[in-house]
C-alpha cells in the first residue's frame, strides 16, 4: 500500500444529510443513569429510530413503528420505558409489559432492558413457555418491573392470578406480524383486556399487512408512526460498489470476517461495527487472527486517530475497524473494501458507509455480514437504494484454499515477467543433476507459496445458514381457525424436514400449540417453522433439516395440550 494525501479524515459532527436532528443520546431527554449504561456499552450515537421513536415515548404517547430486527428497535422502546418508570422499585406488581413472539426474543428483550436498566435497578423477568413456571411465580411474587413475555405463558399467569396487569403503565407489542403469524391475535387481544385502559401502547412490526393496521386502530390512541426505510430519500448518486452480502450467525461472525478478506484480498478495508465496545473487541480479534488492525471510535483523541490514519496511508495496517461516528468524513484513498460486520440501523446509514469507497470512479467493493435475522433489513436497504445486494456463500475452505494458490500463482508469473532469475539459475542447475526439472519448480513453488499465502490457523468450515425468502408478499396465515400456516415458507425435500406429531384435531391441536410447544422447548424461533397440517390424528410440522432432530428430543420430552405424543421424522406413506 502506498502513502496517498488525505482529503480530510477528522470526524466532523455534521451529519450526513445536513439535517440538525438529534444525534446525540443526552439531548433526547435521557436521564443520567440510562446515559451512563449507554456509554458503558459504546453505543456512540441514537439510530434513526430511537431519534425519532424516543422523545414521544418519553412524553407518554402511543407508537406504531416499522422497524425490523437491526434498526435498533429494542432500545428505542426499552428506554423512554426505562425513564419512565420509578426507580429502585421493591415489590409490587409490573409497570410495563412487553409481548414477543418467541421465547429467543423474550431472552434477547429482556437482556436488552437488564443492560440498559442495571444502574435504575431495573427488575425484569422473561417468562415463556418451557421454562420451569415455579421460577416465573417465585420471581413475580417478589416483585418486577418489566414482564417480556410470550403471548401463551403470559396468559396462563394471568388465569392463575399470577400476572396482574393493574399496574401497567407501558405496554409494548413487538415484532407483531410474527405474532399474528404464529396465532397469537386471541392470546393478545385477551390480554390487552386485563390492561388498564389508561395505558401506552407501542406497537412495532417489521411489515404493516392489513390485520396489524387493524390492530393498530383498535388499541392504539392516535399513535405517532414511524417507518424505517420509507420517509427517509437517500440522496445522491449511487457510487460504482460491487454489493454483496454474507448470511452469518454472530458466532461466526470472526471467522467469515478473515475468510471474506482472504478471498478478497483488499488493499485496505474498513470495517463497520455499531459500538466502541464491538470496535475494540473485533479489532483485538482480527489482530489475534493476523490481520494488521486499527481501532477508530469517538472514544478517542485527535492524537490517537492521526496516528491510526498514519498508519493505514503508509501502509502499515490494512484494516480500520470503526464506528460510524469515528468514521464521518474520513477519506482515504486506498480504501477498497466497505465492510458491515452488522447490518446497519437504516438504509442512509448503509449508502453512507458504501461512500467511503467507489469514489472518484474508482470501483469499490461493499460486504455486509448479516445475522439471518437481519436479513429482512437487507431487504428495505436495497428497497430503499434500488440497488441489489447479491447473498453471497461463505468461501468454503476448499475455497480458500484453491484463492490462495492463484494468488501464489499470480505471484510467480509476475515473477517470470519481470524479475531478474538469473542469479538463481545455478542452482536449478545444481539440483537438476540430481532430479527432475519438475520436482525441483514444484519445491520452489511450495516455498514460494508458504511465504505469499501463509496459511490461516482458521480452517474450520463456517457453515452456511439457508436464507429465508422476504416475507413482504406472504400471504397472511395461521389465524386460530387456520390449520395451515407459513404460506411463504419452503415447503417438504430440500432443507427442510416433516416432523410427525401423534396429535392432531381430534385432540384439540391448534397451530399456535405447536408452535408454542416447539419454539418453547427448542432454541429455533417461530419464523424457521415452515407449514403446518392438522389432520384429525395428527399434525406435519415443516422444519429445517438441521433442527430437526432438537425438534423432536425436544417434543418427546414435553406435552402437547396436556398429553404425551408420539413425534418421529415422517417418512410419508407410515401414518
Ligand atoms: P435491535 O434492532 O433492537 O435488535 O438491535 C440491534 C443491535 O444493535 C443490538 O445488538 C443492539 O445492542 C445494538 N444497538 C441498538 N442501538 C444501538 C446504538 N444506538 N448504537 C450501537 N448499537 C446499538
Do not use: W
Amino acid at each position: 500500500m502506498s502513502s496517498a494525501p488525505a482529503q480530510h479524515d477528522a470526524p466532523t459532527d455534521t451529519t450526513p444529510d445536513g439535517s440538525d436532528e438529534a444525534h446525540a443520546f443526552t439531548e433526547l431527554g435521557l436521564r443520567a443513569e440510562l446515559l451512563g449504561a449507554l456509554a458503558a456499552l459504546g453505543y456512540e450515537e441514537p439510530t434513526p429510530i430511537q431519534r425519532e421513536a424516543i422523545p414521544p415515548l418519553l412524553e407518554g404517547r402511543d407508537l406504531l413503528g416499522q422497524a425490523a430486527t437491526g434498526t435498533g428497535k429494542t432500545a428505542a422502546f426499552a428506554l423512554p420505558l426505562l425513564n419512565r418508570m420509578p426507580a429502585h422499585r421493591q415489590g409490587g406488581d409490573p409497570v410495563a409489559l412487553v409481548l414477543v413472539p418467541t421465547r429467543e426474543l423474550a431472552v434477547q428483550v429482556s437482556e436488552a432492558f437488564h443492560r440498559y436498566g442495571k444502574d435504575l435497578g431495573a427488575r425484569v423477568l422473561p417468562i415463556y413457555g418451557g421454562q420451569p413456571i415455579g421460577r416465573q411465580l417465585r420471581a413475580l411474587d417478589s416483585g418486577v418491573d418489566v414482564v417480556v413475555a410470550t403471548p401463551g405463558r403470559a396468559l396462563d399467569h394471568i388465569a392463575r392470578g399470577t400476572l396482574r396487569l393493574g399496574g401497567l403503565a407501558t405496554v409494548v407489542l413487538d415484532e407483531a406480524d410474527e405474532m399474528l403469524d404464529m396465532g397469537f391475535a386471541e392470546d393478545i387481544e385477551a390480554i390487552l383486556e386485563h390492561a388498564p385502559a389508561q395505558r401506552q401502547t407501542v406497537l412495532f412490526s417489521a411489515t404493516m399487512p392489513g390485520r396489524i393496521d387493524g390492530m393498530a386502530r383498535q388499541h392504539l390512541r392516535e399513535p405517532v408512526r414511524i417507518e424505517i426505510g420509507r420517509e427517509q430519500q437517500v440522496a445522491g448518486e449511487a457510487p460504482r460498489v460491487r454489493q454483496s452480502a454474507y448470511i452469518v450467525t454472530r458466532a461466526h461472525k470472526p471467522a467469515a470476517l478473515g475468510r471474506v478478506l482472504d478471498v478478497e484480498s483488499p488493499t485496505a478495508a474498513i470495517v463497520f461495527c455499531r459500538s466502541r465496545e464491538e470496535v475494540d473487541r473485533l479489532t483485538e480479534t482480527m489482530n489475534g487472527r493476523g490481520y494488521r488492525s486499527e481501532a477508530l471510535h469517538g472514544g478517542m483523541s485527535q492524537e490517537q486517530r492521526d496516528r491510526v490514519m498514519g498508519r493505514l496511508r503508509a501502509g502499515t495496517a490494512d484494516l480500520l475497524v470503526a464506528t460510524d461516528v469515528a468514521a464521518r468524513g474520513l477519506d482515504v484513498e486506498q480504501l477498497t473494501h466497505v465492510v458491515n460486520y452488522d447490518v446497519p440501523s437504516a438504509p442512509e446509514s448503509y449508502v453512507h458507509r458504501i461512500g467511503r469507497v467507489g469514489r472518484a470512479g474508482r470501483e469499490g467493493v461493499a460486504i455486509t455480514l448479516a445475522e439471518p435475522r437481519e436479513h429482512r433489513m437487507l431487504k428495505t436497504i436495497e428497497r430503499v437504494t434500488g440497488q441489489r445486494i447479491t447473498i453471497d456463500k461463505i468461501p468454503t475452505v476448499a475455497d480458500m484454499r484453491t484463492r490462495r494458490l492463484e494468488l501464489t500463482q499470480g505471484a510467480l508469473r509476475e515473477s517470470l515477467l519481470e524479475d531478474d532469475l538469473d542469479p538463481f539459475r545455478v542452482i536449478v542447475e545444481t539440483l537438476t543433476d540430481e532430479f527432475d526439472l519438475m520436482e525441483v519448480a514444484l519445491a520452489a513453488v511450495k516455498l514460494a507459496h508458504e511465504v505469499t499465502s501463509p496459511g490461516s490457523d482458521d480452517e474450520e468450515e463456517i457453515p452456511q445458514v439457508p436464507v429465508r425468502g422476504p416475507r413482504e408478499g406472504r400471504p397472511e396465515a395461521g389465524g386460530r381457525g387456520g390449520d395451515r400456516r407459513g404460506g411463504g415458507r419452503p415447503r417438504g425435500g430440500g432443507n427442510t424436514a416433516q416432523v410427525f406429531i401423534g396429535l392432531g384435531r381430534r385432540a384439540g391441536v391448534r397451530p399456535q400449540d405447536l408452535v408454542g410447544a416447539i419454539t418453547g422447548e427448542t432454541g429455533i424461533s417461530g419464523r424457521d417453522i415452515g407449514s403446518i397440517e392438522i389432520a384429525d390424528r395428527f399434525s406435519l410440522v415443516e422444519v429445517p433439516q438441521g433442527v430437526a432432530d432438537e425438534v423432536i428430543a425436544g417434543l418427546r420430552g414435553s406435552t402437547i395440550k396436556g398429553r404425551k405424543a408420539t413425534v418421529r421424522r415422517d417418512r410419508g406413506g407410515d401414518r
